[in-house]
């Protein structure tokens, strides 16, 4: 790493310090205290460092301490920390790890090993603070084209005067934008848009569903469907593209995808009026609720039953349902039939049991527009014919 790299050494060994001091001064910008509360005083006063160097048995305030308090601190938690300890203890290097530390380096200190390991924490320090920065330029920038969108669908909307090709528009910049950063193709909009027209035709042959789902409903939502995942576009590209298994915090943050839609969409009803942009209520409400569960074990609200509006519910049938279908790098295209077992599996947990039932009453008309709608690569037709009920 360069020369403006910091590096705090914090050790009651005055030995220890300046044979650290010697080794990592010639690279990095070195500030060494002797004790955790003069590192924790370094810090509150001003002080700035790229990493942390911690001896663990210092009197006073040992290194866990120090590390406990660095972590729990909005303005440092970020600063990685590398404990110095002579402890050969698993149970010590596993407690120091569960409070937040980096890594250890065992006393007696070898040169190279030190240089290493500060080298390699160092770079993936700066790595982790470039993403950041990229991420939130990212956001500025995703704003502003939405703000710029938005107001280019006012304009056309205002112009022709036709409120219903306002709507197309609004809606197909917004899909625009999604799928050029996600993967998802654009007949899995065309594919789940159908499904929930379908889905909501059928529903409202029942009474209790009659009022809610008239026709005029029912078109908006067919156009609102295809922004369930307009969030996915606040999400960055590392993970958004993985073509892995998403770890823990990666999946947190996906998750926020949910929130992201429900604000830009928000941000479209604000840009264009009340009155016109009342048919994007509709593509809230699934953007924010279609991972929502009937049980209350969803996100991002974990509201259940009847909490969660209609168009999420028939949202959630519709995109699993898709799912299931197509081909993912972390899954095979189940059958046609399968698929439909398996969410009958989940009536009641995580689906509306209504609209499971309705889901049974078109299953064929689902099975047709997915063969309408065909992937080459994502839903193959020998998935879509009747198979067998086994689950993989």
């Known amino acids: 790493m360069n020369a403006r790299s910091r590096v705090l050494i914090v050790d009651d060994q005055p030995d220890n310090l300046l044979i650290l001091d010697d080794l990592l001064g010639r690279h990095y910008a070195v500030h060494t205290v002797t004790n955790g509360r003069a590192a924790l005083d370094y810090l509150d006063a001003g002080g700035k460092t790229d990493l942390v160097l911690l001896d663990v048995m210092m009197p006073d305030m040992d290194g866990y301490e120090v590390c406990r308090r660095l972590k729990n601190s909005a303005a440092w938690r970020d600063i990685p920390v590398v404990f110095l300890t002579g402890l050969e203890s698993a149970a010590d290097e596993e407690y120091g790890l569960s409070l937040g530390a980096e890594d250890f380096i065992h006393k007696p200190f070898s040169p190279p090993v030190v240089l290493a390991r500060v080298d390699s924490h160092l770079r993936l320090h700066h790595a982790t ?3 950041r920065l990229r991420n939130e330029d990212l956001e500025l920038r995703v704003a502003e084209r939405t703000r710029q969108i938005l107001r280019q669908s006012e304009e056309l909307a205002q ?15 917004f899909c625009s934008l999604a799928e050029a950063r996600d993967n998802e193709t654009g007949n899995h909009i ?5 499904y929930v027209r379908t889905l909501a035709e059928r529903l409202r042959e ?19 469907a295809p922004l369930h995942d307009i969030g996915k576009v606040g999400v960055p590209d590392a993970i958004l593209q993985k073509p892995g298994k998403l770890t823990p915090d990666e999946w ?7 929130l992201y839609g429900r604000d830009a969409i928000a941000l479209a009803e604000q840009d264009l009026g009340n009155s016109h942009a009342s048919f994007l209520r509709y593509a809230k409400e699934i953007a924010y609720g279609h991972h929502e569960r009937w049980d209350g074990s969803g996100y991002p609200q974990g509201i259940s039953g009847t909490a969660i509006p209609l168009s ?4 959630a049938v519709a995109d699993v349902y898709d799912a299931l ?22 009536r009641g947990r995580h689906f509306d049991p209504d609209i499971v039932d309705a889901l049974l009453d078109v299953a064929i008309s ?23 009920n086994t689950y993989e």
Do not use: W
């Open 206 to 224: 029942r009474p209790l569903f009659r009022p809610q789902l008239d026709d005029e409903t029912i078109a908006l939502l067919h156009k609102s």
């Open 129 to 131: 603070q470039a993403l």
């Open 366 to 388: 689902f099975q047709e527009i997915a063969r309408q709608y065909l992937d080459d690569e994502h839903t193959q037709p020998e998935n879509l014919s009747h198979g067998g």
């Open 159 to 173: 112009r022709n005067q036709e409120i219903i090709a306002a709507q197309s528009a609004t809606i197909t910049a």
């Open 190 to 194: 065309r594919r789940t848009q159908n």
């Open 312 to 315: 999420a519910r028939l949202m």
């Open 252 to 258: 947190l943050i996906m998750k926020r995808h949910c």
């Open 325 to 346: 279908i197509s081909k993912r790098v972390y899954k095979p295209a189940y059958p046609h039939v399968q698929a439909i077992d398996m969410i009958v599996a989940e």
